[in-house]
């Protein structure tokens, strides 16, 4: 890609010739390299390519900073970040197991109220991106720089895409071994014909893309991108995408749907778009309160891995793992699926039944979680807190099957179960419903 830089991009670089550079770092006390590897994006016959040490790279990645040695072990080979908090810690750990990491720059959105007609704020946010590039260029496991996370997210002032070009001019010049890019919440004309008039220093797109993954390269093409871009996210079906209950509840996929999901999506775009995508990060290799605690993580808060996980291994590796996650069938509460917006009675008693089995006939455990539903919900993946949990008052029927006594609090919940294996490997589902007198 062909870099232009802005007669205030020229003199803002030339301004940083007059700072001190950190040159390469020497090596470690194990005798381990510290040396920076170059990464570059060329243009060949076929398409783009990412090179990492000459080599071609194809990034099989996930957004995350815990599970590294999973990680690795299941055939992943970078981490993404949204921010640079605990960056040493990210890249150290990440060229331990032989990961890399695509770092992000703690760029401020519009929407938590940066003002980008502000110069001095816009310098002083320059500024400090700066310092964080020149910390951490050297690091041999950094591998791309991601200049902010969804900054087209709920905003109106496109000078945020001159913000974004200065600090890849910046980068640019700091930094000759690794490329830059801007992450997208989606894609549409506007954001894309801004990004080509205005962030020409970036070296790729990147794009948070969760139901519409299939149609992101079409779209892309539509829109007038002919240059390399990378999903920086993907997963479920997100919660504003799917299907809602008459209180306004979005209907969560069971982790059985979301690895036949992820499996589908991966292979369509991500794999067979061979000219133009240099690869993907998945959502979210952790876990989170996101509209509920299992909408987007692949673990549980205690490590436990789900269908998802095995899915991504084969995908990645060519192989599914030799213990498998369980796997659900269906999930009922008095007789109903989700989908069906379930009200229920204050105070009586009513049945649920999930009907799941073990691909290697392990045996199962279940426990279940009454949470009230989310109503102070993010944006963009902003912090939540998790609603606390309600007393459950139920009976087990049998295996999978519980009697429980519905809220005698009127308003909307959650019944969530676990399948669990004993091995480390979970299932999940839930199921919304509706509480009146």
């Not at 890399?100 to 519009?110: N, Q």
């Not at 009922?332 to 989908?339: E, F, I, P, T």
Request: proline share 5%; glycine share 8%.
């Amino acid at each position: 890609m062909k870099l232009r830089y802005s007669l205030l991009s020229m003199v803002l670089v030339s301004c940083m010739f007059c700072t001190k550079v950190p040159g390469i770092r020497e090596p470690d006390e194990d005798g381990n390299s510290t040396k920076p590897v170059k990464v570059k994006i060329t243009k060949t016959v076929s398409g783009y390519q990412m090179l990492r040490r000459g080599q071609p790279y194809f990034i099989k990645g996930a957004g995350g900073s815990n599970y590294f040695d999973r990680l690795a072990s299941y055939g992943g080979n970078s981490i993404r970040t949204w921010g640079t908090g605990n960056a040493q810690q990210v890249l150290d750990s990440a060229e331990k197991y032989g990961l890399t990491v695509l770092m992000g720059l703690p760029v401020i959105p519009e929407r938590h109220g940066f003002n980008y007609d502000d110069a001095d704020e816009v310098k002083k946010q320059f500024e400090r991106i700066k310092a964080d590039v020149l910390k951490y260029k050297d690091h041999p496991a950094l591998l791309a720089w991601g200049i902010g996370n969804e900054l087209n997210l709920l905003y109106k002032n496109p000078k945020v895409w001159d913000a974004v070009n200065e600090i890849a001019g910046m980068i640019h010049v700091l930094d000759t071994n690794h490329p830059a890019t801007t992450v997208l919440a989606g894609v549409n004309k506007s954001e894309i014909d801004y990004i080509k008039a205005k962030a020409t220093n970036i070296d790729f797109l990147s794009v948070n893309t969760y139901g519409a993954l299939a149609e992101l390269p079409g779209n892309l093409a539509a829109l007038g991108w002919t240059d390399p871009y990378v999903v920086t996210e993907w997963g479920p079906t997100g919660h504003w995408e799917s299907p809602f209950t008459s209180w306004n509840a979005p209907v969560e996929e069971t982790s059985s749907e979301k690895a036949a999901v992820y499996k589908s999506r991966y292979s369509s775009p991500i794999e067979k778009d061979k000219e133009k995508c240099l690869g993907s990060y998945v959502f979210l290799w952790g876990q989170k309160q996101e509209r509920t605690p299992t909408w987007y993580g692949l673990f549980t808060d205690k490590g436990e891995e789900s269908e998802v996980v095995d899915v991504l291994q084969y995908l990645w590796k060519g192989i599914y793992p030799e213990n498998r996650a369980p796997h659900v069938y269906s999930f009922k509460v008095d007789g109903r699926q989700a989908n069906l917006s379930i009200r229920l009675k204050t105070g009586e008693t009513y049945t649920a039944q999930v009907l799941a089995m073990d691909p290697n006939n392990d045996h199962l455990t279940y426990s279940w979680e009454l949470l009230p539903e989310a109503i102070k919900v993010g944006e963009g993946g902003d912090y939540e807190d998790k609603p606390k949990a309600e007393y459950l008052s139920y009976r087990e029927i049998s295996n999978g099957q519980i009697a429980f006594q519905s809220p005698a609090k009127e308003g909307p919940y959650r019944l969530f179960v676990y399948v669990k294996d004993g091995k480390n490997k979970v299932a999940t589902a839930n199921i919304p419903f509706f509480v009146n007198k």
